[in-house]
């Protein structure tokens, strides 16, 4: 059975056609945020077609969609966009899919997806107790406890992980969810470019001379020797490393997994997370594997083509 994978970002989606849990064909698009959800999904359809067509696909059997916020997978409805794609809640994707591909669908938070992904096709096929941090355009998370994802009464558990407080205080980082000290608003794709800019030390930075801050620039940056790329990237690191602590005393994990693009930065990352977390997380039993998904950006899609497997088959999911 072929499944075609969504995966809506923040600035792209992603889309891909699977088969017995390997990518097919993939396709990036442009996305578009604020109030034009509609668009955007008539871009993905137009995409999917454009894919199923080169591969001489008719009729797919399944599809998965995975969004930046929260949803409920039960109603298929996205609960809550957080700035992003205001449009979307409530939006009626049983409608539009019936209209479109006529299939079986699920939806579900990307980063459920992704964790879902690593655990089935990826990293962590060994576990049944793992956590989950994913960066994209903000930083999500995911958890699954002895082989079950992780979800809540409100479907907001673990998938919003990167909004765990690391700052307290009247002067902690204001967040885009409303609270004030999240991880993400302290680091993130998003919040980088605004904490480069209010550094003294910007203006003499080679950070200044960039049409885009993001960490793959800040990243050659600091191995050039630039100052302040090499403060900005030490001050993310131990950002996410006290968030993965939070999130070992919340799950209890056995393996954590770190996917999104940032992750393409690899030992640079995975190493100094492992050794905050073996030297400062209270795990008496040990300690946890730090791993780095083989590829960052297949985790969400893997994950999608499980997912929609088991809504085709009628089997409950992870």
Same mark, same amino acid.
Request: charged fraction near 30%; aromatic fraction near 10%; include cysteine.
């Given at each position: 059975m072929i499944t075609l994978a969504l995966d809506i970002g923040g600035t792209r989606?992603?889309?891909?056609?699977?088969?017995? *849990?390997?990518? !097919?064909?993939?396709?990036?698009?442009?996305?578009?945020?604020? &109030?034009?959800?509609?668009?955007?999904?008539?871009?993905a359809e137009a995409e999917g077609r454009r894919m199923m067509a080169e591969l001489g696909i008719e009729r797919i059997d399944g599809l998965g969609i995975a969004f930046p916020g929260l949803v409920n @997978?039960?109603?298929?409805?996205?609960?809550?966009?957080? $700035?992003?794609?205001?449009?979307?809640? *409530?939006?009626?994707?049983? *409608?539009?899919?019936?209209?479109?591909?006529?299939?079986?669908?699920?939806l579900d938070n990307d980063s459920n997806a992704a964790l879902i992904g690593e655990m089935t096709y990826g990293c962590a096929q060994d576990t049944k107790d793992a956590v989950m941090m994913i960066f994209g355009t903000g930083v999500g998370a995911a958890a699954v406890m002895d082989g079950r994802l992780i979800r809540g009464k409100h479907f907001q558990a673990a998938c919003i992980g990167g909004h765990m407080v690391i700052e307290a205080g009247p002067d902690a980082t204001p967040c885009n969810c409303g609270n004030i000290g999240c991880m993400e608003a302290?680091?993130?794709?998003?919040?980088?470019?605004?904490?480069?800019?209010?550094? @003294?030390?910007?203006?003499? /930075?080679?950070? /200044?001379?960039l049409d885009v801050i993001d960490y793959k620039n800040l990243k050659a940056c600091a191995d050039a020797g630039d100052e302040l790329a090499v403060k900005l990237l030490r001050r993310s690191l131990d950002c996410w490393s006290a968030n993965l602590c939070n999130l070992i005393v919340a799950y209890d994990p056995e393996v954590i997994i770190l996917s999104? *693009?940032?992750?393409?930065?690899?030992?640079?990352?995975?190493? @100094?997370?492992?050794?905050?977390?073996?030297?400062?997380?209270?795990?008496?039993?040990?300690?946890? &594997? !730090?791993?780095?998904?083989?590829?960052?950006?297949?985790?969400?899609v893997l994950g999608l083509h499980?997912?929609?497997?088991?809504?085709?088959? $009628?089997?409950?999911?992870?």
């Open positions: 989606m992603k889309l891909a056609l699977l088969e017995n *849990g390997k990518i !097919v064909k993939e396709g990036i698009v442009e996305s578009y945020r604020d &109030d034009k959800y509609q668009k955007n999904l008539d871009k @997978p039960k109603k298929k409805v996205v609960v809550s966009a957080n $700035g992003k794609f205001v449009d979307a809640i *409530g939006y009626d994707l049983t *409608g539009w899919v019936k209209r479109t591909f006529d299939c079986p669908f699920i302290n680091a993130s794709s998003w919040a980088l470019p605004l904490f480069a800019k209010k550094d @003294p030390l910007f203006e003499s /930075s080679a950070l /200044s001379r999104g *693009g940032i992750a393409r930065m690899g030992e640079a990352l995975r190493r @100094p997370l492992e050794e905050h977390v073996h030297k400062y997380a209270w795990t008496p039993w040990g300690h946890p &594997d !730090v791993r780095l998904a083989a590829n960052p950006e297949a985790s969400v499980k997912l929609t497997m088991d809504e085709i088959e $009628g089997k409950t999911a992870l």
